[in-house]
């Protein structure tokens, strides 16, 4: 069994943000797997769920509807009630430290300052999980400035949208090869 978790925000006003990227992207992967289950809210974990399979294999998609910051919580929930372990977990964010278009995947790595893994290595007690970062860096950012967490929190704009969606197929393709138990060929393919 493997589980995907998607990190974002609950709320319409943060929806089509950068830092919902990680919501997009398993939106994305569902969309594009004929066999899943409709979004199903999950009380005691704060997530939204949906099941499927594939390959032979049982897959939980995920996304937790506590605050980033406060994902840990419901990570940890739904990793003891679908007894899955840390190992067999894949987390999609956004990242800030990259720019827009870039994607990176890592396996047993720390936080880099993401508050939304921070609590989940926090919770967890763990970092050994594979995480899939895209960037949200603005092409104007400059470095040192505080717009960064401003700029997370803005709309995706139509300009970049195309941007974004081209993301989230590099990483339905990068989840498909992990999913084979192939983690590090979709690195080498998508670390460049």
């Not at 409709?38 to 897959?59: H, T, V, Y």
């Not at 893994?117 to 860096?137: A, Y």
């Not at 970049?160 to 090869?177: C, G, V």
């Amino acid at each position: 069994m493997f589980l995907i978790i998607g990190l974002g925000n609950p709320g319409k006003q943060y929806k089509s943000t950068w830092h919902n990227l990680g919501f997009l992207a398993v939106d994305g992967f569902k969309s594009q797997m004929a066999n899943f289950s409709d979004w199903k809210n999950m009380d005691r974990a704060q997530s939204l769920i949906s099941e499927g399979e594939i390959n032979n294999k049982k897959i939980i998609l995920a996304k937790p509807q506590t605050f980033m910051n406060n994902s840990g919580r419901s990570v940890q929930i739904l990793v003891a009630y679908y007894k899955t372990p840390a190992t067999n977990m894949i987390v999609l964010h956004d990242d800030a430290d990259l720019p827009i278009g870039a994607i990176r995947i890592s396996k047993n790595s720390g936080s880099a300052g993401h508050r939304g893994i921070e609590s989940i290595i926090g919770h967890l007690k763990t970092k050994n999980f594979i995480r899939i970062r895209f960037g949200s860096r603005p092409k104007n950012y400059i470095p040192g400035s505080k717009s960064l967490k401003r700029s997370v929190l803005k709309i995706i704009t139509k300009a970049d949208k195309k941007n974004a969606e081209q993301n989230i197929q590099k990483i339905t393709s990068a989840l498909e090869i992990i999913l084979e138990g192939k983690p590090e060929k979709a690195m080498s393919l998508f670390n460049g």
